[in-house]
């Protein structure tokens, strides 16, 4: 039987989805987060400014056993100069919905000393099965002036290939690349997915933008989160990604 990790006591995330993972798990240990991470609800913890910008000395002053990072959204310099500083720094790599599972496994394993949450399980069965043909294909802005897209080994790109919809610049050999607005619209797609963050795209803005492509709005936690709303995330996006697309 494997060892179980030391039980952590005090945590600061410096990732909104795994923010609302541990805020679930264990409220009573997570002592810090970013101002961006929003779940779950009425999150009363200390916030230590943005996911780009930490604030390092109200980390260390949190004395926590472990800040939890991850290496797309933090920046690897403020990880090296809390480790220089005697912190420990936990950091996940997620490019897939299995990496995301697997990271969490290792979180509550390995790193954190917690039980794991029933919703892992959920997850890893209704997501973790085989691919599914694609049906359709869906470009996913996630910024306007400058237009950008997901693009190639996202979290994104993962989680609506294996709901059936390819995407149309999943072949790029950038993640985030910056597209045209007008290569946007004439790229083939049969739907652009509009998210409600990073940028907030709504009814009156972004569908004007498009005259040749179908938008449709969608939760931007649903589609780029990793963690507790991942079996929601199944549920709502299969049914409202259904097409068809008009």
């Known amino acids: 039987m494997t060892k179980q990790a030391p039980r952590a006591e005090r945590v600061v995330s410096l990732v909104p989805s795994i923010t609302e993972a541990l805020a679930q798990a264990r409220p009573d240990a997570l002592v810090g987060a970013t101002d961006w991470c929003t779940h779950p609800a009425g999150l009363d913890v200390t916030r230590v400014r943005g996911t780009k910008n930490p604030d390092l000395a109200a980390i ?26 005697g912190v420990r720094v936990h950091v996940t790599v997620i490019e897939t919905v299995p990496d ?5 496994d290792e979180l509550f394993d390995d790193v954190l000393g917690w039980p794991r949450p029933d919703w892992l399980a959920e997850a890893r069965e209704l997501w973790c099965g085989a691919l599914p043909p694609e049906s359709s294909t869906a470009a996913v802005p996630i910024w306007r002036d400058p237009w950008m897209v ?24 950038d993640r ?10 004439a790229a083939g797609a049969d739907v652009v997915l509009l998210p409600d963050e990073p940028y907030v795209f709504t ?8 005259t040749r492509t179908p938008t449709r709005l969608v939760s931007g ?14 549920r709502v996006l299969g049914s409202v990604l259904s097409g068809p697309w008009t």
């Open 176 to 185: 985030y690349p910056k597209v045209p607005l007008e290569e946007i619209d």
């Open 100 to 104: 995301a599972l697997s990271a969490y």
């Open 221 to 234: 936690r649903l589609l780029t989160w990793y963690g507790p709303s991942l079996p929601e995330a199944h």
């Open 203 to 210: 009814s009156a803005d972004g569908p004007e933008a498009f």
């Open 60 to 85: 260390r002053a949190l004395e926590p056993d472990v800040v939890i990072v991850n290496k797309e959204e933090n920046r690897e310099l403020d990880v090296r100069r809390l480790r220089e500083a």
């Open 150 to 173: 997901v693009g190639s080994s996202t979290f994104t790109g993962d989680l609506l290939g294996r709901l059936g919809i390819g995407n149309a610049f999943g072949e790029h050999p």
